[in-house]
């Protein structure tokens, strides 16, 4: 089954062109079924690019997906376009009234200012409270994961010595928990960060349990053990050329950006990167969906109960 998104949305024509099933709200009202209800809290500075990575993964399953965009009332995005905002995003006090089977908490680039001074922090804090009574199983990206796991566990994030950019090998910890079922006992995952977190915090919290690591990127999946809230630190849902047009980017800026490490082909920036994350990236949403979304939730949004319980 499809995803279900607004006809004229961009991600539209460009998931059609890639073959990935997209259903309409035209067609999507003539069908009788029980779609799936997701709201992705879009973070990213690029968020057409975002939404389009995330529709693309979310629509690689047999289950019918409505997405729900959401951006802060507290922050306006400077890189979208405020036509694209308007049409196509909804803020918190539209939607807290409502429930969904999932929530998908980006990342943002702001991970040296500390939590409490971003624009839209207390925002973001009243959303995470929100979500424990209101969505099933909420999945955090990036600085959404430390954001996660700082606001409901108390767990710090750390400044690196210099950026974390590239694609790094990651081991699954347990291959038999559901969120990695089908990976390979080593799979690549990129990252762009600037601080991180330290696996002995996590594995001080009895409710945590961390399913990938690397040796230089670190605890890369972690999960609470109810299923209701997942952390990733990395980007998987990133496309081929992502951490091109970042370092591209930051070189156009006179900052003299590394090149990231494991993504050029012979660390050429001229050459086009191998994608080889695709597979994984499109399992463990697919995972998520069909194990903690479709299986887990109640027909019936409004008998969803508190994470706690």
Known sequence: ???????????????????????TET????????????????????????????????????LQVEVELLQTASYN???TPLSHLTTFYKTFDKIKGQKFDGMIIT???????????????????????????NVYSTFHICWGAQAGLFYHFGIPKY????KLSGI?????????HPI?????????????????INGEDIEKVDDLIILAQSDIA?????????????????????DRMTLAGEYFRDVNRGLNPEIPTNYFPEDDPAKTPLHLWRSHAHMLFSNWLNYYVYQQTPYDLNELTDIVK
């Open 107 to 133: 990342g943002a680039p702001i991970e040296t200012m500390k939590f409490e001074e971003v624009d839209y922090w207390e925002e973001l804090t009243e959303i995470m409270d929100w979500s424990k009574t």
């Open 27 to 62: 067609r999507a009202t003539s069908q009788e079924i029980r779609s799936l209800r997701i709201v992705i809290l879009n973070l990213m500075p690029t968020k057409i690019d975002t939404e389009t990575q995330l529709l693309r993964l979310l629509g690689n399953s047999p």
């Open 180 to 196: 990695v079922r089908g990976f390979d006992d080593v799979f690549s995952a990129p990252h762009s960060r600037n601080t991180t």
């Open 218 to 238: 670190g605890s890369t999946i972690i999960a609470h053990k109810n299923g209701r809230q997942f952390f990733s630190t990395g980007h998987l849902e990133y």
């Open 1 to 23: 089954m499809p995803i279900k998104i607004p006809d004229s949305l961009p991600a539209n024509n460009i998931l059609q062109k890639e073959n990935v099933f997209v259903m």
């Open 168 to 176: 790094y090998e990651h081991r699954v910890l347990d291959p038999l």
């Open 159 to 162: 400044l690196l010595p210099k």
């Open 77 to 79: 995005s400077k890189n």
